[in-house]
């Protein structure tokens, strides 16, 4: 427990420490005269707190995102002053009307020459889901990476996922393609494997780039051109082999492709664009370039010379000014995905999907990677996101993820969380968020610990929900929400009453004695199927593949025969 807290930095080593914390935690927001994040949900007032000094006069205001500007009333409210560093401290409270417009607004506050300003957030009630899919639609669950086709450089990519989406729409009636996360993995190989531990959840893999249908693929000379095809026709000639999927393989031949097309330049109107892309993804985005531009010269992060472990180092701004193109070229690899995204989504809705492709969203990041780097102090040192013990993972689980600290997500008013959602929503029908119930509290696992003996964490799961609402109304997004596992059915009320889907599988789906339960008891509001993507393929279950495994990799804490049984 001290080593949690610790992450959260709390000093509990002595009882001392842990009276201290805590006092500071009760006078901590006595000591601003506003919280730096307001959330709300439209169509109910709400009080705003004010702290002063006691007997002092107050105004509050909010200035809207989209202009304009709303004076708050004062209510009555009687509260006893606080003594903060010998000044006695008064609250005061406003209005927050129910009427007000869906957005991140600034809300001000000034008392005598003093003025503070934080953020108002106001979010739906409620999402629609019914509205934007009907009464009922089916899709494929498909990874990217696996969609091989002619034009495939031995690897699935975006071009394919279009098809895929097309077609299915066309022919089957399709209302929906739910992809594996996209989020990029290291520039520098190995690749890993896994779209579950990425090094950003922001910003999305280059690997799935169509190299031909950059536009300015036709601008290479015919020598490099030529050259490019025979790294191309290397890799399609697995396409309709067995053999492992080899990442690293096609990285290498693509990011060829990709330097040779970015050497070409392009024309004002393409330049014009990048930049409105630059600039609209703002410091995220050269952040994120800065970090791959630093793993392309200096390898993993734990061989980078001392002064770059921070990216507002001065180190960091010199790195940056001297390899620009570098960065440039990572920035604009960005702009590329998004772009062939934008495709993608737009041949699946133009075919006549209900949402079209509905993106999958990890857990969290690899603790060596961009996010941990960019957005450390909003992540927490020394711990690793996982999951208690269950029926399928009986000595627990540990990611090594970092989880966000939940105070800190709070001080910068959840925008880094806002800025995730936003990017990934872009060219999105649907959101599924993997363990949603990550949103309401992570079990954390200190660095050193078996991950059975970690601890849950509490987040501010109305916040954490409003902001994800919110993001996802203006995307005219699905949200879906992998609520299984060991989740209160609480949890799965809350994400019911917002218009959150839930998630059904035909394995869980059993009634008195395990037999399958009828269709028509299932719940309904939710993403329905087989299997998911971390539990064992469904022939492999139907062999008890999944206990043989375990069993063999000591993962098992009951007998291998009583588990068969269960099976």
Not at 162 to 191: C, E, K, T
Not at 223 to 250: I, M
Not at 402 to 429: I, K, N, S, Y
Not at 482 to 508: K, N
Request: aromatic fraction near 8%; proline fraction near 7%; charge should be negative.
């Amino acid at each position: 427990m001290q080593a949690v807290l610790a992450a959260l930095g709390l000093d509990a080593s002595t009882p001392e420490a842990i009276e201290a914390a805590l006092e500071e935690k009760r006078l901590r927001d006595w000591r601003r005269m506003l919280s730096p994040v307001f959330v709300m949900r439209q169509g109910s007032d709400q009080r705003l707190w004010v702290h002063v000094p006691d007997g002092s006069p107050a105004r509050a205001w909010l200035e809207l995102e989209e202009g304009g500007r709303v004076d708050l009333e004062q209510k009555d409210h009687w509260v006893d002053p606080v003594e903060v560093d010998g000044v006695r401290i008064g609250e005061a409270s406003f209005r927050m009307p129910g009427d007000l417009p869906l957005g991140w607004h600034t809300v001000r506050a000034e008392s005598g020459a003093v003025l503070a300003e934080g953020v108002a957030v106001v979010a739906p009630q409620r999402l629609d889901p019914a509205g934007l899919i009907g009464p009922r639609q089916w899709g494929f669950m498909t990874q990217v990476y696996a969609m091989r086709s002619e034009g495939s450089w031995g690897l699935g990519d975006l071009h394919d996922l279009g098809d895929l989406a097309q077609w299915s729409a066309r022919r089957l009636d399709a209302g929906f393609v739910l992809i594996n996360p996209l989020h990029a993995a290291s520039p520098v190989p190995p690749m890993a494997p896994s779209p579950y531990l990425p090094v950003t959840r922001r910003f999305a893999n280059p690997m799935y780039l169509r190299i031909e249908d950059i536009p300015e693929f036709d601008r290479l000379a015919p020598a490099v051109a030529e050259r490019v095809e025979q790294l191309a026709g290397v890799l399609r000639r697995r396409n309709t082999t067995d053999d492992l999927l080899d990442r690293d393989a096609v990285w290498g031949a693509k990011r060829t492709a990709l330097e040779a097309i970015h050497a070409t330049g392009m024309d004002s109107a393409r330049a014009e664009q990048f930049d409105a892309f630059v600039r609209g993804q703002g410091a995220g985005l050269l952040d994120f370039a800065t970090w791959c531009a630093l793993s392309d010269v200096h390898g993993h992060p734990s061989a980078w010379p001392p002064g770059l472990g921070h990216p507002g180092a001065p180190d960091v701004a010199a790195f940056r000014d001297e390899h620009a193109g570098l960065v440039d070229f990572h920035m604009w690899l960005q702009w590329l995905v998004d772009e062939q995204l934008g495709m993608a989504q737009g041949r699946a809705t133009d075919a006549g999907m209900a949402l079209g492709i509905m993106h999958d969203l990890a857990v969290g990041v690899h603790p060596e990677g961009a996010d941990a780097w960019a957005l450390q102090d909003v992540l927490a040192p020394g711990v690793g996101v996982g999951a208690p013990p269950d029926m399928y993972n009986q000595l627990g689980q540990n990611w090594h993820q970092p989880p966000w600290r939940p105070d800190a997500l709070a001080e910068q008013a959840f925008v880094p969380f806002r800025d995730m959602l936003r990017t990934v929503l872009r060219h999105a029908g649907g959101l599924r968020i993997d363990h949603v119930l990550g949103l309401f509290r992570l079990w954390w696992v200190p660095s050193g610990f078996p991950a059975y003996a970690g601890t849950f964490v509490r987040f501010d799961f109305e916040a954490m929900l409003s902001v994800l609402m919110l993001e996802a109304y203006r995307a005219d997004a699905v949200v879906v929400g992998e609520d299984l596992g060991t989740v209160e059915p609480w949890v799965q009320e809350a994400l019911a009453e917002r218009g959150i889907l839930g998630t059904s599988i035909l394995w869980f789906e059993a009634g008195e004695g395990g037999a399958a339960r009828d269709p028509h008891d299932w719940r309904s509001e939710v993403l329905a199927s087989v299997t998911v993507h971390d539990l064992p393929p469904t022939a492999g279950y139907l062999r008890d593949e999944h206990v043989r495994i375990r069993s063999e990799l000591g993962l098992l804490a009951t007998p291998v025969e009583e588990e068969r049984a269960k099976a």
